[in-house]
Nanobody, 120 residues
Framework: QVQLVESGGGSVQPGGSLRLSCAAS????????MGWFRQAPGKEREGVAN???????SYADSVKGRFTISKDNAKKTLYLQMSSLNPEDTAMYYC??????????????RGQGTQVTVSS
C-alpha cells in the first residue's frame, strides 16, 4: 500500500530555512497529485503546495515566493524547501497524495507529519 514518511522538520529562528522530505512507496504508477498541507493548533488545515504529474506546481498565497515544492521521481521523494520562515509558519506539516490530477478533491494518502517550529 502507499506509504508516505516525512522528515526534516525542526526548530528554526525567524528568517531561517528548512527542507522537508517525504519518502513515498507503494505507488503503482506516477499518476498522482502530491502535496503538502499543514495544521497548527486551533487553526484550520491549510494546503501549502501541490505538484502534478507533469511537474506543474501551485502554492497557497501565504507561502508564494518563500516555499518551493519539488519531487525526484527516481528517488520517489517529495520535497518542500521553505525559506524566510516566520512564526505563522509554525505547524505540523503533512505530505499527501491522491490519484489523478491536482488539485485533489481530498487527500487519499497522508503521512504522519513533521513538526516545524519558528521562534526566536
Amino acid at each position: 500500500q502507499v506509504q508516505l514518511v516525512e522528515s526534516g522538520g525542526g526548530s528554526v529562528q525567524p528568517g531561517g530555512s528548512l527542507r522537508l522530505s517525504c519518502a513515498a512507496s507503494g505507488f503503482t504508477d506516477s499518476g498522482y497529485c502530491m502535496g503538502w498541507f499543514r495544521q497548527a493548533p486551533g487553526k484550520e488545515r491549510e494546503g501549502v503546495a501541490n505538484i502534478d504529474h507533469d511537474g506543474s506546481t501551485s502554492y497557497a498565497d501565504s507561502v508564494k515566493g518563500r516555499f518551493t515544492i519539488s519531487k525526484d521521481n527516481a528517488k520517489k521523494t517529495l520535497y518542500l524547501q521553505m525559506s524566510s520562515l516566520n512564526p505563522e509558519d509554525t505547524a505540523m506539516y503533512y505530505c499527501a497524495a491522491d490519484e489523478g490530477w491536482c488539485p485533489p478533491t481530498s487527500w487519499t494518502y497522508r503521512g504522519q507529519g513533521t513538526q516545524v517550529t519558528v521562534s526566536s
